[in-house]
């Protein structure tokens, strides 16, 4: 059965930090694109980050540029974000998503529509 787990969410204080991970299972990840998005109430599904396997190239939104960290391990088969100096603006269900690697380019990544695999989603709340 082809599964993607998000894990690692729960609650900080703004500044504080969290490590998602987006675990793969029934599918490799290798030759992917592995893409984070986030969703705040009443808001569209926004790109955060995105992770080309096949290249190791990274991309990131502008609004967590410097802060956001995605990775992969590949021997786990598993894609982590480490958010670092979190806001309450950065509040929302993260998603992870796979693709084919040829979406993993400055204009593709963010396009949750080429994305074909969802996980179910991991709650971070940035409060105080």
């Known amino acids: 059965q082809v599964q993607l787990v998000e894990s690692g969410g729960g609650l900080v204080q703004p500044g504080g930090s969290l490590r998602l991970s987006c675990g793969a299972s029934g599918f490799t990840l290798d030759y992917k694109a592995i893409g984070w998005f986030r969703q705040a109430p009443g808001k569209e599904r926004e790109g955060v980050s995105c992770?080309?396997?096949?290249?190791?190239?990274?991309y990131y939104a502008d609004s967590v540029k410097g802060r956001f960290t995605i990775s992969r391990d590949n021997a786990k088969n598993t894609v982590y974000l480490q958010m670092n100096s979190l806001k309450p603006d950065d509040t929302a269900v993260y998603y992870c998503a796979t693709g084919p690697s040829f979406i993993a380019t400055m204009t593709g990544w963010p396009e949750k529509e080429l994305y074909d695999y969802w996980g179910q989603g991991t709650q971070v709340t940035v409060s105080s």
């Open positions: 992770i080309s396997s096949r290249d190791g190239s990274t």
